[in-house]
């Protein structure tokens, strides 16, 4: 049975524990960081916390993106997606589905609940 330490999977994390320093709701799954900053963003927020690397259910490792409410709202549509940036580097790093999709308008606020980004051990 191959195997992958939690190490080599905490390394691939951290990226996201160190450089993420921003969310955008998006109108589909973002495909570039100018995608995911741009073109499809709906809203957007730098008040982020992704917790450090650790064991995730079922195996393997992920870390946590804390709740957020009080996401600024830049666009109408409905969000169907989330993208995690590092914006001193123009990286997308993470996309992702949201558990359900949400119309918002410009000028309002956005939240989004808690989620965990993962990476599984292999089988």
Same mark, same amino acid.
């Given at each position: 049975m191959a195997t992958i330490a939690d190490r080599v999977l905490d390394n691939g994390l951290t990226v996201l524990d160190t450089e993420a320093n921003a969310v955008h709701i998006t109108s589909q799954e973002a495909t570039s960081y100018t995608d995911a900053t741009s073109t499809s963003t709906l809203g957007?927020?730098?008040? #982020?916390? #992704?917790? $450090?690397? $650790? /064991? !995730?259910? &079922?195996? &393997? !490792?992920? @870390?946590?993106?804390?709740?957020? +409410? &009080?996401?600024? @709202?830049?666009?109408?549509?409905? $969000?169907?997606?989330? $993208? #995690? @940036? /590092?914006?001193?580097? +123009? !990286?997308l790093l993470v996309t992702g589905s949201l558990t359900a999709s949400q119309s918002v308008t410009t000028g309002n606020t956005f939240s989004l609940e808690a989620l965990d980004v993962g990476i599984p051990d292999p089988s």
């Open positions: 957007n927020t730098t008040s #982020i916390t #992704i917790s $450090a690397p $650790a /064991d !995730r259910t &079922g195996g &393997g !490792r992920k @870390v946590t993106l804390s709740a957020i +409410s &009080g996401g600024s @709202v830049t666009a109408t549509g409905t $969000a169907t997606h989330y $993208a #995690i @940036v /590092d914006t001193t580097n +123009s !990286r």
